[in-house]
């Protein structure tokens, strides 16, 4: 268990911003930063962080908090986890107190793949770098490849030894089970036998967007042709090789300062960019690229630049990647080497310099790029050239700005040397087209579900809106936002006339907000019946009662991850209005940063409005049932309790 001293480190050391930035682009708002979610595919950003509250909140999925949550959430972390990630990150020693036996039995299941995976990392390592076949198989090849010691521990690069058991014998050795060496892969197991998946190859660890070890690439050294050259970590709990870019753990910060993300084939491609100080590179790993692995690119940057050899499968198989990347609203450019080189070699062979220079010379805009290959492959050929100028426009029409794809259509006809007409034409039949799909696979969908829904016959309703709950919340918000601030509040009391008949008379309370509100909660015997929010009220209280105000930071500490995010949510509503620059349209949104005193009150009559439902309700069930001795006391109380509930009704200018 990690000591409470080391939590209060990281919390006081770790800035939200600093380490949000890691995984996604963030851009200055106001005392805010803005960027896109990381939870939800979106295009226009809904995602907040406050430096100054040390809080983030994500509109799009609703989930906030602090920044332990953030790596929790974001990285599927325990909150030890995320503790020890921040640590490292921010060279804090971690003090851990002794274990118990039950809380060792609690360790994840994914948590045991990912130790197993940084076991396999280190042993791996320690075959390259101090055994001599190892010295002489492995690290020879690297050095043959141009790589310094430096860049082979940078990148963790290992050797697993030409041997069928030896990895496998030295994890079971050290206590790790043969079911978790099998589910990453590591371990191939058949029937009474096992042996290593990964024999005679050099190694290269994938790592996640926050550094720990999901899966292993491995490349075969000797020619054997029933051998793949390359063979990857099969699929498991921690690895999904469709979601994951190699090298983004080593490139990201690169890719957010330089604004552009380089996307190569392979490791190697990576890894000598890098050396080379071209570090804002990543590879698909020899897999076609996906919609998630743009994504992850696209909270860093909106820019992306190809980066391929000459070879002519590679060209085609690159032109489809381009499309998913247009679809996602980034902007593309490619750059080819010269015949013969791709970015391993080419990086090898020159200096960093002289490789930032034809970068930047070669990069064409992708437009540029399609139709000079278009026209090379249709020559002379009308219709060759017909077809692939329609492929052109197909790809401009999934890029979702419209403006864009104007100047785009306009560029087309020029190199094309086809009318701008009739390639618009084309464009709003080919975007007809999408859209006719689109609905038609919508209507199916709908379809299917109405079909789904008459079959299941255990389908309940949506849930209605509990007003209390909702009175509940807004009473948290008014604590969390105003319950230091003193105030004079325009109150009623309730009491009795000479002929015993309910009354409210007005009167003046000057109290804090949070002393107003728990006084007049006690007096109604009032207890919040949601769980969250109850055990908020609680928490809240005993901080203003102890401290005076609630400083945010410090605050969401002490909660619940479900709690924490009720109190972002609370902290940041106001935000999501900045956001999306609603003052741009004339939509002018009324500033609820200060204290309307009349709103607590009315707050609270509202519930207890409910509250005589609620008693009322539960009088004429008594009746009902015949559970009620003194049937006139009863019938007292109700009628007491409907004259004091139209009482609060006229005070809240309401019609019952």
């Known amino acids: 268990m990690i000591s409470k001293n080391t939590i209060e480190k990281v919390f006081d050391t770790a800035r939200v911003e600093e380490v949000i930035g890691d995984f996604i682009q963030l851009k200055k708002s106001g005392a805010n930063f803005k960027g896109l979610s990381p939870f939800t595919d979106e295009r226009s950003p809904s995602f907040m962080v406050s430096p100054v509250k040390q809080i983030w909140k994500d509109f799009s999925s609703g989930k906030g908090g602090n920044v332990v949550s953030f790596v929790m959430e974001h990285e599927h972390l325990t909150y030890p986890e995320a503790i020890k990630y921040?640590?490292?990150?921010?060279?804090?020693?971690?003090?851990?107190?002794?274990?118990?036996?039950?809380?060792?039995?609690?360790?994840?299941?994914?948590?045991?793949?990912?130790?197993?995976?940084?076991?396999?990392?280190?042993?791996?390592?320690?075959?390259?770098?101090?055994?001599?076949?190892?010295?002489?198989?492995?690290?020879?090849?690297?050095?043959?490849?141009?790589?310094?010691?430096?860049?082979?521990?940078?990148?963790?690069?290992?050797?697993?030894?030409?041997?069928?058991?030896?990895?496998?014998?030295?994890?079971?050795?050290?206590?790790?089970?043969?079911?978790?060496?099998?589910?990453?892969?590591?371990?191939?197991?058949?029937?009474?036998?096992?042996?290593?998946?990964?024999?005679?190859?050099?190694?290269?660890?994938?790592?996640?967007?926050?550094?720990?070890?999901?899966?292993?690439?491995?490349?075969?050294?000797?020619?054997?042709?029933?051998?793949?050259?390359?063979?990857?970590?099969?699929?498991?709990?921690?690895?999904?090789?469709?979601?994951?870019?190699?090298?983004?753990?080593?490139?990201?910060?690169?890719?957010?300062?330089?604004?552009?993300?380089?996307?190569?084939?392979?490791?190697?491609?990576?890894?000598?960019?890098?050396?080379?100080?071209?570090?804002?590179?990543?590879?698909s790993s020899g897999t076609a690229l996906t919609s998630d692995q743009i994504r992850l690119i696209n909270r860093l940057t909106k820019n992306i630049t190809v980066l391929f050899d000459g070879d002519d499968a590679g060209l085609r198989a690159s032109l489809r990647g381009i499309d998913l990347i247009l679809e996602q609203g980034m902007n593309v450019k490619v750059c080819t080497f010269p015949e013969g080189e791709d970015p391993d070699s080419f990086a090898r062979e020159n200096n960093p310099v002289e490789i930032r220079a034809y970068l930047e010379e070669n990069a064409q805009d992708f437009i540029q790029f399609k139709a000079s290959l278009l026209v090379s492959e249709a020559k002379n050929d009308p219709v060759k050239k017909a077809e692939l100028t329609r492929d052109m426009v197909m790809s401009i029409a999934k890029i979702p700005n419209a403006i864009q794809q104007e100047i785009y259509i306009k560029e087309c006809a020029h190199i094309m040397q086809v009318s701008e007409e009739v390639l618009f034409s084309t464009l709003a039949q080919i975007k007809a087209k999408n859209e006719r799909d689109t609905k038609k696979q919508q209507r199916k969908e709908q379809k299917a579900f109405e079909v789904h829904k008459k079959e299941d016959q255990t389908t309940e309703a949506l849930p209605k809106i509990n007003p209390k709950e909702v009175l509940e919340h807004k009473i948290i918000s008014l604590l969390i936002k105003h319950g230091h601030e003193d105030s004079l509040f325009l109150d009623v009391e309730i009491d009795l006339d000479e002929d015993e008949q309910v009354v409210m008379n007005e009167i003046k309370i000057e109290a804090k907000v949070y002393e107003k509100i728990f006084k007049d909660l006690q007096d109604d015997e009032t207890d919040f019946s949601h769980p969250v929010f109850k055990s908020l009220k609680e928490k809240i209280e005993k901080e203003l009662a102890s401290t005076g105000q609630i400083q945010p930071q410090k605050f969401i500490q002490q909660l619940t991850p479900e709690e924490a995010e009720v109190v972002t949510h609370i902290l940041m509503e106001d935000e999501k209005y900045k956001l999306h620059r609603w003052e741009d349209v004339n939509i002018i949104v009324t500033d609820k940063s200060k204290l309307d005193p009349g709103e607590v009150v009315q707050t609270i009559l509202n519930l207890r409005r409910l509250l005589i439902h609620e008693r009322v309700d539960a009088f004429n069930k008594e009746i009902k049932e015949g559970n009620v001795e003194e049937i006139q006391a009863v019938l007292k109380d109700i009628m007491d309790y409907k004259k004091l509930e139209v009482l609060i009704a006229k005070r809240l200018s309401r019609v019952t």
């Open 86 to 283: 921040l640590a490292k990150k921010y060279g804090i020693e971690i003090e851990e107190t002794q274990q118990s036996s039950e809380e060792k039995k609690k360790a994840s299941e994914r948590e045991s793949l990912f130790l197993v995976s940084e076991f396999a990392r280190d042993y791996f390592q320690q075959q390259l770098l101090e055994t001599p076949s190892g010295k002489a198989i492995g690290l020879s090849y690297f050095k043959e490849r141009g790589f310094t010691d430096d860049t082979i521990k940078k990148f963790e690069l290992g050797y697993a030894q030409d041997e069928w058991e030896n990895f496998t014998k030295a994890a079971l050795k050290k206590g790790y089970q043969l079911s978790f060496l099998e589910k990453t892969g590591l371990t191939i197991v058949k029937q009474e036998k096992q042996f290593d998946r990964f024999k005679g190859r050099v190694m290269f660890p994938i790592h996640s967007i926050s550094g720990r070890v999901l899966g292993f690439g491995g490349r075969i050294l000797k020619t054997d042709k029933k051998a793949a050259k390359y063979l990857n970590s099969p699929e498991s709990d921690i690895y999904n090789k469709s979601k994951i870019l190699y090298g983004l753990y080593f490139a990201k910060q690169s890719i957010a300062k330089e604004d552009n993300c380089y996307l190569v084939e392979g490791y190697t491609d990576v890894i000598q960019m890098a050396q080379k100080g071209v570090e804002n590179v990543v590879s």
